[in-house]
């Protein structure tokens, strides 16, 4: 038998429908790796698959970020406040994928409430990055995105609130795919921010991507804000890249970008380029304020949503002698630093007298963010940028200073303002680090995007083994 | 800028306790933040509509019919502690 870990998942399902490979050994040999693992990238990991899982993801196991519900598994969005907690119900995403047939293995690490870019701000320790262990995997989904890359998942699903998918699969040398605001049910992701999460695949390469996307999509009932998606996902076949038209940001410079990181955008663009693509700048004139707008939004939706957690139906309780006093007490145990900082920034912003000032203005500029998008898609089929400004950094290199940790999401906060998909694939190394390109396109153009992202994939070639990179180094 | 009392409102409003050392971080973290966030305030964005959702749903409507919930043991088992059926809470005016 071929190594089974080696194996995409397409890969290995395809394997599964050949009869060259037993569902159950499949699962047990990424049990194994996942109850082994060493980045602290699983939280929990599950012991059997369940009995059924045929269907067309032919076993493939695939491991979950901590804050999707699954019943009777602990599910504690990386937080001391939920710890312990285990759901009556399973979020709507991971039940098809089961139903599909690809069965949970395992819940991973995450920043706690989604809340970080880093996975520093988890309540049970960071995951650390495969291809130096000293570094961030990316945050929030950074459990996920190290299990991947790690091989100790086939592929993992993650949430995107602000580049939360993205960020951490650039930074470990993977794809990661941020769909359309709605098309992929919410129900039973444990809420940051409502307006702006949403679920998306980490995989290895762009297939894997198109082929779990494809079993994520669709309207339910249980989320009014889920809708059909208006074709199907089809499998990227696309080799060039003629007639595609790439935007350049007109502001993307290389200010505030590392120099290697740059320099492999630069090295992707030509690559494009010799596929048939055109690349030209386009306005995105409201983009350098998406960070301003995001870190109003964000941070008042999350302290909305984060008030049910006060000590009464699950979860931390400290005991009090008044209400009040355990609410307050439980809430000050049970949200890390991060999370208070997001839920006062929120507070503070929809208070009154600073409602207008704040939220009022923030969704207005997120109006003309979606604009900018929409008139850059007049003229280009894709906007392109580096996923983020720098290659993974060293674990406590921003933890000290909130501001700093937030401009990592310069890139990737206005595709989720706008609603609209994105995808990371790798496009080489910087100090022998992953360095990740994003493309943006519009509302439900999910396979277009997948057919581009996997062109240039596939003549960009990046071998996404830290073990081999080692080993070459 | 934002100050320890205008923390410690916002606290209040927050329902979460902060310790004295707490409240002095946060409010020097708080100021760097609002200052980065306040950029929005340079734009002129009179007659611009706000986003509340970005992608154009119509009303989501179905029939009110009864449908299967949690059964009221289910719902409590997670709970830190229960009584007569329900979530047993301090008193709010001990």
């Known amino acids: 038998m071929t190594d089974i870990i080696a194996l995409t998942a397409a890969q290995a399902a395809a394997a599964v429908e050949r009869g060259e490979l037993d569902r159950r050994e499949l699962f047990e040999a990424y049990r194994d790796r996942a109850a082994a693992d060493e980045l602290n990238a699983y939280l929990w990991v599950a012991d059997e698959p369940p009995s059924a899982n045929g269907g067309p993801l032919s076993g493939v196991p695939v491991a979950v970020k901590d804050l999707f519900c699954t019943e009777g598994v602990p599910s504690q969005a990386g937080s001391r406040i939920l710890e312990g907690y285990r759901p009556p119900y399973t979020a709507t995403v991971v039940r098809r994928l089961a139903q599909a047939g690809a069965p949970l293995l395992g819940k991973t690490n995450q920043d706690e409430f989604a809340m970080g870019s880093s996975n520093e701000n988890s309540a049970y320790g960071p995951a650390l990055n495969p291809w130096d262990r000293t570094r961030v995997p990316g945050g929030s989904s950074g459990g996920s995105a190290a299990a991947v890359a790690a091989g100790s998942a086939p592929w993992a699903l993650g949430t995107d609130t602000g580049g939360s998918i993205r960020q951490p699969a650039a930074l470990c040398g993977i794809v990661g795919l941020k769909p359309t605001y709605g098309a992929v049910s919410r129900f039973g992701m444990i809420a940051f921010a409502s307006s702006l999460d949403q679920a998306g695949p980490l995989t290895r390469d762009v297939t894997d991507s198109a082929l779990i996307f494809r079993h994520m999509v669709g309207h339910d009932d249980r989320d009014a804000t889920s809708v059909a998606f208006p074709e199907e996902v089809v499998l990227p076949t696309a080799q060039r890249l003629d007639g595609i038209r790439l935007g350049l940001p007109d502001d993307l410079t290389g200010e505030g970008v590392e120099p290697g990181v740059m320099e492999r955008f630069e090295a992707t663009l030509a690559i494009a380029r010799d596929l048939g693509a055109s690349v030209e700048r386009v306005s995105l004139p409201h983009a350098d304020y998406g960070l301003s707008a995001y870190y109003v939004l964000a941070p008042a939706e999350a302290s909305s949503n984060l008030a049910r957690y006060d000590g009464v139906r699950y979860g931390l309780r400290r005991e009090a002698d008044d209400l009040l006093t355990m609410y307050t007490k439980t809430r000050h145990d049970g949200f890390g630093a991060e999370v208070k900082r997001r839920v006062l920034i929120g507070t503070y912003a929809l208070s009154s007298g600073y409602y207008d000032a704040y939220y009022g203005r923030a969704q207005r500029v997120r109006t003309l963010i979606a604009e900018d998008f929409k008139a850059a898609f007049q003229r280009v089929d894709f906007v392109v940028t580096p996923t983020s400004p720098g290659v993974a950094f060293e674990l406590g290199a921003k933890t000290g200073d909130p501001l700093a940790m937030y401009l990592n999401d310069y890139f990737t906060v206005p595709m989720p303002l706008a609603g609209i998909p994105a995808i990371s694939i790798p496009c080489g190394l910087s100090e022998g680090l992953p360095v990740g390109f994003q493309l943006s396109s519009p509302a439900f153009s999910e396979n277009r995007l997948l057919d581009a992202a996997y062109a240039l994939e596939q003549a960009i070639g990046f071998d996404n083994s830290p073990a081999r990179a080692a080993a070459g180094a | ?94």
């Not at chain 2, 306790?17 to 933040?33: A, F, P, Q, R, Y």
């Not at chain 2, 734009?43 to 992608?55: A, I």
């Not at chain 2, 919930?69 to 809470?89: I, K, S, Y």
């Open chain 2, 1 to 94: 800028m934002i100050d320890r009392e205008q923390v410690l409102h916002v606290a209040r409003l927050a329902r979460l306790e902060l310790s004295d050392g707490e409240v002095t971080k946060i409010s020097g973290e708080l100021s760097n933040i609002l200052e980065h966030i306040e950029k929005i305030g340079e734009l002129d964005l009179d007659g611009v509509p706000p986003t509340t959702h970005v992608v154009e749903v119509p009303n989501a409507l179905r029939s009110d019919v009864p449908r299967p919930c949690l059964p009221p043991e289910v719902a409590l088992a997670q709970a830190p502690d229960v009584a007569d059926g329900g979530f047993r809470v301090p008193s709010p005016t001990a």
